[in-house]
Structure formats: structure tokens, C-alpha cells
């Protein structure tokens, strides 16, 4: 037996594996020395892993956005980011109007849930509008034709919004609602943090609950099986894709109506949430939910966990483009990844 083995593998393959092994020691002994040489206390480790997992939660709501597309279509949207970044830009100037006239301070809950619900509706309207009208014309072109259409997309949306308002920063109002902080296991954590965690979590059971249970979403998932069998059937593919996309803007729209509280908005947010989101699609392998989710809590954690290391600051962003460089590396189709990543159903 051990000598079929060294038959059937090459020396290429050899030399691929020890540098892989190599790598990952490396890896881990820089982490661990890095970690223990900081000089923070466990309640700050603490802290920052709690916001890392409400960083983490919007990186994985994002890369349920791509996951869905990607199951019906077999399609990135990389404007996705962009489209995201509509909702919760929009949004911005709602909650600026409601702070100035006081209802927002006087019905907190209420302008909150009226803030998320404009803001799903615009990143909705934004998402379908694309489909239709960039997406659907190159349904049958080769596949890297509608991938160089949505890159073309995704700078058009970032600089109509940089038109609409401007290039500067803008923060929300503050939220008496969201500030203080709760005793969380002896620790103290913000309140938004754990507001944006819990939105998360009830946002991506809905999303199971909708595609697995529904009748809509069994046809979601006809269509990612066999489009054509779909058809006979009696289900419209094109409304389904339409669907999927509409369903996958109002996530993130949601996620960043929750989340930008917390570090205001630019018309630049969506480009760089959208790559960590697809950092995170690819990592939990795409077109697996749930590698979707366990890579997105991850790598959020990961970054937040950076900021209490020797790591620098500098640094933060490409920490998620280094994990998905190792992990692909070691195993190409993600952490959760399959054979067969077109189904809907790989929960």
C-alpha cells in the first residue's frame, strides 16, 4: 500500500505539500508568539473578540449576498459591495432627518426599523435595476463576460453615489438607544455590538428558513439544480434570478443599516466590505452557506484580534486576503467546500 502511494504521487506533489506543512507551522508560531507578547489583559482579549464577532457578522451577511446569486446564476456579482453601500449611504440623510426633528430620539425602535426597512428598499430597487438591465441582456454570453460587466458595475454605482453625496465622510446620529454597554459572561460589551450580532444571527436563520421551507425557495433551488427542468415545470428562471438578487441586496442593505452606526459611511464602504465579503464566500467554500457564515465570524474576529497584537494597524485590511491566499492554498475549494457549489441546499 505505501508503495502505490509513492507511486501515484509526483515530486511536484511531494515538494507542494512539505512547502504547505512548512507554511502552516510558520504560521501558527508567528501568531502565537505575536498574541502572547501583547501586553493586553484577557477582559480586552474579550472585548475585541466580541467585536469581532459584530464585524464578523456583517462580513458573513455580505457573503450570503454573493452565495445566493452565485447559487441561482453561477455568477460573482462583484458590484454587490456597491449595492450594499446604496441602502446604508442612503440611509445616512433619513437618520439625519429624523435626529433633527426629534423622532428619532423620541421613537428610537420605530425609526430604527423605519431606517432598515429604506434602506433594504433602495439597495432592493438598486440590485434589481442591475439585473435587468446590465445582467440579464449577458445571460447566455460566455461566463467572463457578465463577470467584467459587474466589475464595470461595481465602479459605476461607487462614483454615482461619490456624485449623489459627495466624497467626504458621514457618520450617523447617535442612537441613545445603542449606547451603554451590558454584562456579557463578566465582560462588558457595547450594546450596538451585540444589537449588530443578534440582527445577524435572526437575519441568516431567516434566510435558511426562507430557502429551505418556502415554496419560493424550493424553486430558487430548482433552478440551481436545472434551470431548464425548472422551466417545465412551470417555474420562471428569470424570476428567480431577479429574486435572488432583490434577496441578497435587502441582506446586506440590513446588515449596513445596523452597522454603520458604528463606523459612519463613505461611498468607498461598499468596495472594501464587498471583498472581505467575497474573501469569506470563497473561504467556506462557494456556494456553501454555511461556510459563508463560519468564515465570515472568523475572519472578523481575526481582525479585530489583530488590532490587540503586534500586528500593524496598516496591516488590518490584507489580513483577510492573506487568510484566503493560506486557506486556498491548502485546500482549494474553501473550508467547507464540495464537489458540486451550484445547489442552493449545501446548508
Not at 457618520?171 to 454597554?181: D, F, I, M, N, T
Not at 449588530?196 to 428558513?209: K, P, S
Amino acid at each position: 500500500m505505501i508503495k502505490q502511494f509513492f507511486e501515484r504521487i509526483t515530486w511536484v506533489d511531494f515538494f507542494l505539500r512539505v512547502f504547505q506543512i512548512a507554511s502552516a507551522i510558520v504560521i501558527l508560531v508567528g501568531l502565537y508568539n505575536t498574541f502572547t507578547s501583547s501586553p493586553y489583559t484577557p477582559e480586552q482579549w474579550a472585548t475585541l473578540v466580541f467585536a469581532g464577532l459584530a464585524q464578523g457578522s456583517i462580513y458573513a451577511l455580505i457573503a450570503l449576498g454573493y452565495t445566493l446569486v452565485y447559487g441561482v446564476l453561477l455568477m460573482i456579482n462583484f458590484a454587490h459591495g456597491e449595492v450594499y453601500m446604496a441602502g446604508a449611504f442612503s440611509t445616512v440623510f433619513l437618520a439625519r432627518y429624523m435626529a433633527t426633528t426629534g423622532f428619532l430620539d423620541a421613537n428610537p425602535i420605530i425609526a430604527i426599523v423605519i431606517m432598515i426597512l429604506f434602506a433594504a428598499m433602495i439597495s432592493t430597487l438598486v440590485a434589481v435595476l442591475l439585473e435587468r438591465i446590465a445582467y440579464r441582456p449577458l445571460r447566455n454570453a460566455p461566463r467572463l463576460i457578465p463577470l467584467i460587466t459587474a466589475i464595470g458595475a461595481s465602479f459605476a454605482l461607487q462614483y454615482t453615489f461619490r456624485g449623489l453625496y459627495g466624497a467626504e465622510f458621514t457618520s450617523y446620529p447617535e442612537v441613545k438607544l445603542l449606547q451603554g454597554h451590558w454584562n456579557v459572561l463578566g465582560f462588558q460589551v457595547p450594546i450596538v455590538q451585540l444589537v449588530v450580532f443578534f440582527a445577524a444571527l435572526v437575519l441568516m436563520f431567516a434566510l435558511y428558513w426562507y430557502v429551505e421551507r418556502t415554496k419560493t425557495g424550493k424553486a430558487m433551488r430548482a433552478c440551481s439544480y436545472n434551470r431548464t427542468a425548472a422551466r417545465l415545470v412551470g417555474i420562471n428562471p428569470d424570476s428567480m434570478v431577479m429574486l435572488a438578487f432583490g434577496m441578497s441586496a435587502a441582506i446586506g442593505a440590513l446588515a449596513g443599516a445596523v452597522f454603520l452606526p458604528i463606523t459612519g459611511a463613505t461611498y468607498a464602504n461598499g468596495a472594501m466590505l464587498g471583498l472581505k465579503g467575497f474573501c469569506a464566500a470563497v473561504l467556506g467554500g462557494l456556494g456553501n452557506y454555511t461556510g459563508a457564515v463560519v468564515a465570515g465570524l472568523a475572519l472578523g474576529v481575526l481582525e479585530s484580534l489583530s488590532a490587540g497584537s503586534n500586528i500593524p494597524s496598516d496591516y488590518k485590511d490584507a489580513i483577510a486576503l492573506g487568510v484566503l491566499l493560506i486557506v486556498l492554498f491548502i485546500r482549494p475549494s474553501g473550508l467547507f467546500g464540495k464537489a458540486e457549489l451550484s445547489k442552493l441546499s449545501q446548508f
